[in-house]
């Protein structure tokens, strides 16, 4: 039973997985600060990331069902040492990250990193609990820093404002 429910959960999160992807205007027409002080080459691998990242978790879903264990731990550990920016870097864009990205934003992103590192691991050993329970928690990861840091791509992930209402 825990495993359909988890099963459910993870089915329902994919929309949103993709939701946004075809254009990168902020609905209130400003980017949010963390990324957009960042030059645009380092915008553009930094887009480059986080749809490798995207498609590595759509992907989670098919082979968690099926048990196909090695090809999750192939790609968490991808996840886990990043897709595109790690490898991409000059010293110079390293520096940029590290001044112009936000402390927190830093942390959800190592915290990701970390999640895909037990994911691996748990997929390496064949354990299906921890597997779907890592799976969601680097989801819940996703939807965590896309809240903080990506509204303009996932406005609906933006904090709900409450009418000013009397009576």
Not at 43 to 67: I, W
Not at 68 to 80: C, D, H, L, P, S
Not at 139 to 158: I, N, Q, W
Request: with cysteine; charged share 20%.
């Amino acid at each position: 039973m825990k495993n359909s429910a988890l099963l459910f959960f993870l089915i329902a999160l994919i929309p949103a997985w993709g939701y946004g992807n075809e254009n990168n205007v902020n609905v209130s027409g400003e980017e949010h600060v963390a990324i957009a002080g960042l030059s645009p080459e380092l915008r553009d691998l930094f887009s480059k990331e986080m749809v490798e990242l995207q498609n590595g978790m759509m992907k989670m879903v098919p082979l968690y069902v099926s048990g196909q264990w090695a090809e999750i731990a192939a790609i968490a550990g991808k996840m886990e040492s990043s897709y595109v920016l790690t490898k991409n870097l000059s010293e110079l864009q390293l520096h940029e990250l590290h001044e112009k990205l936000p402390s927190a934003f830093v942390r959800l992103d190592q915290q990701f990193h970390y999640l895909a590192g037990m994911l691996k691991h748990a997929a390496k050993m064949e354990k299906v609990e921890l597997v779907g329970f890592y799976t969601s928690k680097m989801a819940e990861a996703c939807v965590g820093c896309h809240s903080e840091y990506a509204t303009h791509k996932f406005p609906a992930l933006a904090p709900k404002r409450r009418a000013n209402h009397s009576h």
